[in-house]
């Protein structure tokens, strides 16, 4: 019953490094999807993708990259970290056929760039 | 651009009583709304939604109401339960959209 599934749960990171979130569905969604949010705001899409090797920009993607090589997993890099990257970073995923647009979200991955 | 908005960022109810959530959005081209909760530590989980060819959903003790010319919709809960007590997300699709905009939340707190 995993669902949607995010790595690592924390993380600190210095200013430049680079690191990658992990996010992998089991649910056969072709829909996946990339949130971050930020203190006393709303979410806001990073990335999103409708399908194996199909990947498109949402409101923030400066500073992010991602690709989707299979239907299950779909990774968020981020290249030279700042601290403006600190935020809690959420996964999501939804089927538009089978579940409309109700999208399922992983637990959130907690990022500080220090 | 804050295309939707949760002007009150915080919410204490008694339980037993109603709550009531508000929303509203600046973007004529939404047609689909959602509310989804999210407890500490955890993602939003969904909770209810409309479109925006229906003025109300119901769902237990959970109702949205729609307002499409006031571009406003709201969340009903009654009664309130302490399990409720969450953060509470308002969120607007468009036709053929994927960009999902949500507003920045509502934390309610409901007391014993």
């Known amino acids: 019953n995993a669902g949607v599934t995010q790595t690592p749960k924390f993380r600190i990171l210095k200013i430049g490094q680079s690191m990658t979130l992990q996010c992998t569905q089991d649910?056969?969604?072709?829909?996946m999807y990339w949130y971050r949010q930020d203190p006393g705001m709303g979410l806001k899409l990073i990335y999103y993708?409708?399908?194996?090797?199909?990947?498109d920009k949402g409101e923030v993607p400066n500073g992010y990259n991602v690709s989707r090589s299979t239907t299950e997993d779909f990774p968020l890099r981020l290249e030279l970290a700042a601290p403006s990257q600190t935020s809690v970073y959420f996964c999501a995923s939804n089927n538009r056929v089978n579940s409309g647009n109700t999208i399922y979200f992983g637990e959130g991955s907690w990022l500080t760039v220090v | 651009d804050q295309q939707v908005k949760q002007n009150s960022p915080s919410l204490s109810v008694q339980e037993g009583r109603i709550s009531i959530l508000n929303c509203d959005y600046t973007?004529?081209?939404?047609?689909?709304f959602l509310w989804y909760k999210k407890y500490p530590a955890e993602g939003p989980t969904f909770l209810i939604s409309i479109s925006s060819i229906k003025d109300k959903n119901e769902d237990g003790r959970f109702t949205v109401f729609l307002n499409k010319s006031a571009k406003h919709l709201s969340l009903h809960i009654v009664p309130s339960q302490p399990g409720d007590s969450a953060v509470y997300f308002c969120?607007?699709?468009?036709?053929?959209?994927?960009?999902?905009?949500f507003g920045a939340g509502t934390r309610l707190t409901v007391k014993p």
């Open positions: 649910m056969n969604h072709n829909y």
């Open positions: 973007n004529s081209m939404f047609d689909y």
């Open positions: 993708s409708v399908g194996a090797g199909i990947t």
């Open positions: 969120a607007a699709l468009g036709n053929n959209n994927n960009d999902m905009r």
